[in-house]
């Protein structure tokens, strides 16, 4: 078997190519920080119980994933990557330009993005267009003339919400939580203001633009792909809010809690209902060409759409995971042991 396998890697990557076989016998999964607890919990049950080697999961991020993941074929590149958000054609452009042409998506539920603070300090209770104002590089002034946010205070932003000064901790541009967020929460804000609305239909990258852009001002803080190092410095200052995935509050609910957005608390049934409107869906993407070369991979999305992990009483919905329901799971567990290519 093994020489089958060595000879697998020689015909998929080239007969010159350095990367033998012998070099990895595990998994290698990089990818967003939010889904990266479920493909660890995924990759120790996996470890424990085969006859495989444990993956190596490792957080870089959605954006930082996908372009580790498309730069090639071969041992020394990522056979999987998690992501908090879908693939960009873009992405799928620079794989196949890298010979990455036969790439399964595979989704594996839903999360919810919260702001959240210490559980020390007032909840607080948003709408996205507080969010909006809060946290936008430009806002509409009293004319609706777009200007340089001047919004220090969340009583600034809105009259009902605290007399602090707006400091939130949030992923990087790299990270798919922080794709989601701008274009759930921000953009949801921004959408209430009819004569930004409007631009869209005349200039959609001017729209995009003023929506998506975070100011830059010291109010929002670049604070890595670590979301746990953010719930750590919620509970340290109280005056601070953070952006993560709906997993890490409901692991840390004893330091954290999570503020109601358009009268909508972050549960686990309002996620999985669709009623909570900042919540996305989360994938992984698997590199087809290394399958049957690098172990184990299909047994991995095997355990991973087992219903003992994704499904509504498995050991990831313990973890924060809001399942799909049952007609996607077996839709997406279907597609994703058939190997089926992912089509633009």
Not at 144 to 157: C, I, S
């Amino acid at each position: 078997m093994r020489k089958l396998l060595l000879a697998a890697a020689i015909v998929a990557f080239g007969a010159g190519s350095a990367f033998a076989a012998d070099n990895r016998s595990q998994i290698r999964i990089v990818g967003s920080s939010t889904v990266f607890p479920f493909s660890t919990a995924v990759a120790e049950e996996f470890g424990q119980t085969t006859n495989f080697k444990t993956p190596v999961v490792e957080s870089t991020g959605s954006g930082g994933g996908l372009k580790l993941f498309c730069t090639g074929i071969g041992l020394n590149h990522p056979d999987i990557t998690n992501a908090s958000r879908r693939i960009k054609g873009s992405e799928v452009d620079n794989c196949a330009k890298n010979g990455v042409t036969s790439i399964t998506e595979v989704k594996v539920g839903f999360d919810g993005i919260v702001l959240a603070n210490s559980t020390k300090a007032k909840r607080f209770e948003l709408t996205r267009k507080a969010i909006f104002l809060a946290l936008a590089k430009d806002v509409p002034d009293a004319s609706g003339k777009l200007v340089a946010n001047p919004n220090k205070t969340w009583k600034d932003v809105d009259p009902s919400l605290p007399n602090q000064n707006i400091e939130v901790l949030g992923p990087p541009p790299t990270s798919g939580t922080r794709d989601a967020f701008v274009e759930l929460a921000m953009e949801g804000g921004c959408k209430k203001f009819p004569d930004i609305k409007a631009i869209k239909k005349k200039d959609k990258k001017k729209y995009k633009a003023i929506c998506h852009s975070i100011r830059e001002d010291g109010a929002f803080i670049d604070a890595g792909e670590n979301d746990n190092l953010i719930v750590q410095k919620l509970e340290s200052n109280p005056a601070a809010l953070g952006v993560f995935g709906f997993s890490f509050l409901d692991q840390n609910r004893d330091k954290v809690q999570g503020s109601i957005v358009d009268k909508v608390e972050p549960t686990f049934d309002n996620i999985s209902s669709g009623k909570y409107p900042v919540s996305r869906s989360l994938y992984f993407y698997v590199k087809n060409a290394h399958v049957g070369v690098v172990p184990g991979i299909k047994e991995y999305i095997n355990a991973f759409t087992s219903e003992t992990a994704w499904g509504p009483f498995g050991y990831l919905a313990d973890r924060g995971l809001i399942p799909l329901p049952v007609a996607q799971r077996d839709m997406w567990r279907k597609s994703s042991m058939s190997l089926t290519p992912y089509k633009k």
